[in-house]
């Protein structure tokens, strides 16, 4: 599948025991009855206290994209299969679902304890999900690798800068399909060089210019854009996420409570119909580079695409995300790895000495345009 990449946000832990007094799933080690957690890349559950691992079964549901049409934004009663508190974060506004008989806990987004605040009204379970491949081993070599790639930053970043906090998350994303029928206009441009005279000293001379003959053309286009995605949660920057994305969602599987063991996740804030302009925006902006590239010449003006959207479909997905958190000189920054393909974004202090350097040696133009070109950070 290519990719172009009003609800309380609620976190989810699964813990997975079956209790006969209440309709909480857990999956316990039959070797020693400890809890067992879902291990990325291996598609098993795995005891951390003796080593037992269990494979989860396959699965007979099937991964469905739903008609714009059926969506109606109804809730379910208790779709993650397990009764869940509701919790609230006072510092960073995240909201936390956790097992009935938690009282406290911490945040995944800024550490801060949770408290009990109401329980859970209902929400709505995702039709896929995608598992973790990443190992949480391997951040910490992720983080170091990224911290060292950063420029004009600190150079004590690379030894002081100290991860924490490190939680794996699985965030919800709405992924929709569009089949689009595109007509397109535009002026093409082929350059050709006539020569000129001028007087220059009291000297005619001659020089070589180039012009650009205008043209009217036109043609169609049509494609099919599948699993784009919006993510529809506010907790994160999307900025943050954009840096991370695309999830690979080839690999996406029907949702089983099985595969959150050991993580947590998100329950959408934003609906289905809010988050389609986003991914209309994608599509638009992909159709129109489409069509430019069918302009003949050397170059375009005035294009003017018009496009007719149809076979509309929509799913409801949860998508790994490793959200960190590290220090620097008391500071606390962010940053995320993505669960399935290792990618890494996050905020970062600059080095206003460096950038002062940058911009005596280069130019102020030329440092700020270099300061652009760099994806991994924030002022």
């Known amino acids: 599948m290519a990719t172009f990449a009003n609800h309380k946000d609620i976190w989810h832990t699964v813990n997975m025991t079956e209790h006969s007094e209440t309709t909480q799933l857990q999956f316990p080690c039959r070797n020693c009855g400890a809890q067992l957690a879902f291990t990325p890349g291996v598609q098993a559950l795995t005891c951390d206290y003796c080593g037992h691992e269990e494979h989860i079964p396959a699965t007979e549901n099937q991964v469905i994209e739903h008609p714009f049409e059926d969506y109606k934004g109804q809730l379910e009663e208790n779709p993650w299969d397990t009764e869940t508190i509701h919790m609230d974060c006072d510092q960073c506004g995240a909201s936390t679902e956790a097992p009935g008989e938690t009282h406290a806990t911490e945040c995944a987004f800024c550490g801060a304890p949770l408290v009990t605040k109401q329980t859970r009204e209902g929400s709505r379970k995702p039709e896929s999900v995608l598992p973790f491949t990443v190992p949480k081993s391997q951040c910490d070599d992720i983080f170091?690798?990224?911290?060292?790639?950063?420029?004009?930053?600190?150079?004590?970043?690379?030894?002081?800068?100290?991860?924490?906090?490190?939680?794996?998350?699985?965030?919800?994303?709405?992924?929709?399909?569009?089949?689009?029928?595109?007509?397109?206009?535009?002026?093409?441009?082929t350059h050709y060089w006539v020569t000129?005279?001028?007087?220059?000293?009291?000297?005619?001379k001659t020089r070589m210019v180039r012009k650009t003959n205008w043209t009217w053309v036109n043609g169609d286009h049509n494609a099919f854009y599948d699993d784009v995605q919006v993510p529809g949660s506010q907790t994160l920057e999307r900025d943050m996420l954009r840096g991370i994305e695309p999830f690979n969602t080839l690999d996406v599987v029907p949702y089983a409570p099985e595969l959150l063991s050991g993580f947590r996740a998100e329950n959408y804030q934003l609906d289905m119909l809010s988050c389609w302009p986003e991914a209309k925006s994608q599509i638009t902006e992909a159709v129109r580079d489409a069509c430019a590239s069918m302009i003949p010449?050397?170059?375009?003006?005035?294009?003017?695409?018009?496009?007719?959207?149809?076979?509309?479909?929509?799913?409801?997905?949860?998508?790994?995300?490793?959200?960190?958190?590290?220090?620097?000189?008391?500071?606390?920054?962010?940053?995320?790895?993505?669960?399935?393909?290792?990618?890494?974004?996050?905020?970062?202090?600059?080095?206003?000495?460096?950038?002062?350097?940058?911009?005596?040696?280069?130019?102020?133009?030329?440092?700020?345009?270099?300061?652009?070109?760099q994806g991994s950070g924030s002022f």
Not at 161 to 184: E, K
Not at 196 to 204: L, P
Not at 336 to 343: D, F, I, P, R
Request: overall charge positive; glycine content about 10%; charged content about 15%.
């Open 144 to 189: 170091r690798d990224w911290v060292k790639s950063l420029w004009f930053r600190p150079s004590a970043l690379k030894s002081l800068a100290r991860p924490d906090a490190l939680a794996g998350v699985y965030i919800p994303y709405w992924t929709y399909d569009a089949l689009t029928q595109s007509w397109w206009n535009a002026e093409s441009g």
């Open 297 to 373: 010449g050397d170059t375009y003006r005035n294009l003017q695409v018009s496009t007719h959207y149809s076979n509309q479909t929509y799913k409801l997905c949860l998508l790994p995300v490793w959200v960190a958190n590290y220090r620097y000189k008391g500071k606390v920054y962010r940053y995320l790895v993505n669960g399935n393909s290792g990618k890494v974004f996050g905020q970062a202090p600059w080095s206003w000495a460096k950038i002062a350097g940058a911009l005596l040696g280069v130019g102020t133009a030329g440092a700020l345009a270099y300061m652009m070109l």
């Open 196 to 204: 000129e005279t001028y007087s220059s000293g009291g000297k005619t």
